[in-house]
């Protein structure tokens, strides 16, 4: 973790984190030798937070089918799903008002982001990547936490993750806007204030502290990975 890349916005009784390089690959990546480091390195990176792994939950995103937009409410009982039990569902967001239930999302250049109601005392985490964010994902997001918890969104306070710039990945389905600059923009037309929404500042193309799929790809980076991100109610 990098101290002044953590989200700060919100009250003492919200645990949200994003890890970096650091902290080491957060994500299987389809062999079976990387599970046991990926399991060790979330469990310590977890555990820094006085979090363990038998308590968190996983955002477990899939890309196959059309629908970008899963959400699903989680408690207790969910508890270990897709980290120390299987995954009973694809999500793009999880939320719980429940205390010390953790919802984590390993991210690959797309935006992790924290929605908070203060008020009724529910945290979601979601996933806005491009796919997401065509499908208006930030203010969906937001239309979840009404529904489910009753929020209104001037009460919310949000935090967007590290994310490409416009430079580094432009939205073509957005006139090149980069992905912060759009999902901001979908969050006020939700009706969240924008004195209530911070943008971490981090280009994930450029900074090294954090893995990059893409540039991985086009091999600028030796080592594919994925950072997360982590939230939870004390």
């Given amino acids: 973790m990098i101290a002044k890349d953590q989200p700060r916005i919100f009250p003492d009784n919200v645990i949200a984190a994003a890890s970096s390089v650091n902290n080491g690959n957060m994500k ?10 990926v ?5 310590i990176f977890l555990e820094k937070l006085g979090i363990r792994l038998e308590q968190t939950i996983l955002v477990k995103t899939t890309y ?6 899963r959400y699903k409410v989680v408690n207790e009982n969910n508890r270990g799903q897709g980290v120390v039990r299987p995954s009973a569902f694809d999500s793009d967001a999880l939320a719980t008002s429940a205390k010390n239930v953790a919802i984590f999302l390993p991210i690959a250049d797309c935006i992790g982001a924290f929605v908070y109601d203060p008020v009724h005392e529910a945290l979601l985490v ?7 964010t065509e499908q208006r994902g930030a203010t969906k997001s937001i239309e979840f936490m009404v529904q489910e918890f009753n929020s209104d969104p001037n009460d919310l306070l949000v935090w967007l993750g590290p994310a490409p710039s416009k430079e580094s990945y432009p939205l073509y389905s957005f006139h090149n806007r980069s992905l912060h600059d759009v999902n901001l923009e979908h969050l006020k037309n939700a009706g969240v204030n924008a004195s209530s929404i ?11 502290n954090y893995f990059s799929h893409s540039e991985y790809l086009k091999g600028r980076r030796e080592t594919d990975g994925r950072y997360a991100i982590v939230g939870m109610l004390k």
């Fill in 64 to 69: 196959e089918g059309d629908d970008y937009n």
């Fill in 198 to 208: 911070v943008i971490c500042q981090i280009d994930t193309i450029k900074d090294t």
């Fill in 126 to 132: 979601t996933h806005l990547g491009r796919q997401h």
């Fill in 28 to 37: 299987y990546l389809g062999s079976v030798m990387d599970q046991p480091v």
């Fill in 39 to 43: 399991d060790e390195n979330r469990r």
